[in-house]
């Protein structure tokens, strides 16, 4: 992958170093990481429709360890698995193997998706997409190559929870930052992130307005303290405050080709 810009060439060196869920150090099991994840977010297993896809084609975008891709893959969804690093490839093409789900992974952006347009059932990025500056070039991007009533299923930051108000701005009220460098600079387990953005249920309308239907919900309810990171809050989901904002967003046909012919 060239790195045509300084910024790229951050964003590199910085998620090769830091792929989610890897726990490369301690050597843990497919099965120990995957018990992992979704005991921590606990809500994904009932939230995300894995077996709704069996049959059907997903694209995985940032696909990093590779939990995600597999429990599709488990579920009997054909699994196709990107990641823009080397480290994510890799440890996607591990984790399935290891899982017993059959291995197609392409390391490639998001936003130069390389396959043919309209042939994706569902696209799902679980925490990407708020790293990608141009998310709304993305996201018609995926749009592209999502089949007829195709679906898209993300996660995203939710700005209006209590770890962005608690654990973002208050924490780091100090230090003379910009809010935009706190979100970026303390959003992640290791800091110094070269971008994040955290959305609004109309921040994510409005990305997605041109080309989907959506429905959201909000989930994981954590704070991350000055000793902690990611301290459950007993607090239910109807509030809408967890850090979590589930997006999923069904393709919309082209509104009757704009009025039959000014398309």
Not at 12 to 29: A, G, M, N, Q, R
Request: glycine share 8%.
């Amino acid at each position: 992958m060239k790195r045509n810009s300084k910024r790229g060439g951050a964003f590199v060196d910085y998620w090769e170093k830091t792929v989610p869920w890897i726990f490369k150090d301690e050597k843990l099991s497919y099965k120990e990481r995957r018990r992992l994840r979704y005991s921590l977010q606990d809500y994904m297993l009932k939230t995300i429709p894995f077996a709704k896809y069996r049959g059907k084609l997903v694209l995985e975008i940032g696909s990093g360890s590779g939990i995600d891709s597999a429990e599709f893959g488990r579920q009997g969804a054909d699994i196709v698995s990107l990641d823009f690093t080397e480290t994510g490839a890799r440890s996607t093409r591990d984790t399935l193997a290891e899982a017993g789900v059959s291995s197609s992974v392409v390391r490639a952006a998001a936003q130069n998706l390389p396959f043919r347009d309209g042939v994706f059932d569902c696209v799902y990025s679980f925490g990407v997409l708020h790293h990608i500056p141009d998310a709304v070039g993305v996201t018609k991007e995926i749009a592209r190559k999502l089949a007829k009533r195709g679906e898209l299923i993300c996660m995203l930051y939710n700005k209006d929870s209590l770890l962005y108000a608690y654990s973002i701005l208050f924490l780091h009220r100090a230090t003379g930052l910009g809010e935009e460098e706190m979100i970026s600079r303390y959003s992640e387990r290791v800091e110094g992130c070269p971008y994040t953005k955290a959305y609004t249920k109309k921040d994510v309308r409005d990305m997605l307005a041109d080309d989907f239907d959506v429905s959201m919900s909000v989930h994981f309810n954590v704070i991350d303290t000055d000793q902690e990171r990611k301290v459950k809050v007993l607090l239910s989901d109807e509030y809408e405050l967890g850090w979590h904002l589930i997006v999923r967003a069904t393709r919309r046909l082209r509104q009757a080709r704009r009025k039959r012919g000014e398309d």
